[in-house]
């Protein structure tokens, strides 16, 4: 099936249901992604900031730029101008660097929290207990320029669907009970970012309200390099 398919056929699958589509188009030409556009999709998800920003400069300027992989202090000022939404915050000390360029670029900016819920030593994110010792800490609640939207999470590549169900449930569980205490007033946390092309369905089973979709719209990934900033 082609791209344009592809992106109609999610959509027709999502849409009724409330689930957001984040194309992941990480090593994927303009061409690609242009054509997801053309067939109505506007947020599209990076891994690398180098990539992002390139895309962001050719492409469209109405397209919802996601960050979807690890970000590094020092990579956030190239992004802190346009990106909608960072899905990677694993520490507070990120979460105080998007915060202080955002206020550089007088913006508040989006973010989810990401959370360690695969039986992995390979995946980012943070554990309960940080997690909640980041709500506590007095500093977290200096960051007037960011907004906490909710979380995400990956499970573990296994094909064994006990297990990502069980830390997709995990994650659920973990989001009602943080906007329970923390977010009870604020509608803005809404957000829960679980599932990828290889585990969407049990995902949305589990109670994910977006979800990260490369290789189901685009097939399968080639690699290129961009230059560091």
């Known amino acids: 099936m082609s791209i344009t398919s592809n992106i109609n056929e999610l959509h027709k699958e999502l849409d009724p249901i409330g689930v957001q589509l984040i194309a992941i188009s990480k090593t994927k030409p303009n061409e690609d992604i242009l054509e997801a556009y053309n067939a109505g999709q506007r947020a599209f998800g990076e891994n690398q900031v180098q990539e992002l ?32 939404l960072i899905h990677s915050v694993d520490s507070l000390k990120v979460l105080e660097e998007i915060n202080k ?22 995946k980012f994110g943070l554990d309960h207990a940080e997690l909640i010792e980041l709500f506590r800490d007095e500093a977290f609640s200096t960051l007037k320029n960011i907004r906490i939207r909710g979380l995400m999470g990956i499970a573990s590549n296994t094909e064994n669907e006990r297990i990502v169900k069980e830390e997709f449930y995990e994650l659920k569980m973990l989001f009602d009970g943080i906007k329970a205490t923390y977010f009870r007033k604020e509608d803005s946390f809404d957000t829960l970012s679980m599932g990828m092309s290889s585990d969407y369905t049990l995902a949305i089973e589990q109670g994910s309200n977006m979800v990260r979709l490369g290789s189901t719209i685009f097939g399968k990934r080639v690699i290129k390099h961009y230059k560091n900033n």
């Open 101 to 122: 360029h955002a206020l550089k670029n007088n913006r508040i900016i989006d973010c989810l929290l990401q959370v360690f819920i695969a039986d992995e030593d390979t």
């Open 53 to 84: 920003v390139a895309k962001y400069e050719e492409l469209p300027k109405d397209i919802e730029w996601h960050l979807v992989g690890h970000l590094q202090t020092n990579k956030v000022k190239y992004i802190a101008p346009f990106v909608h």
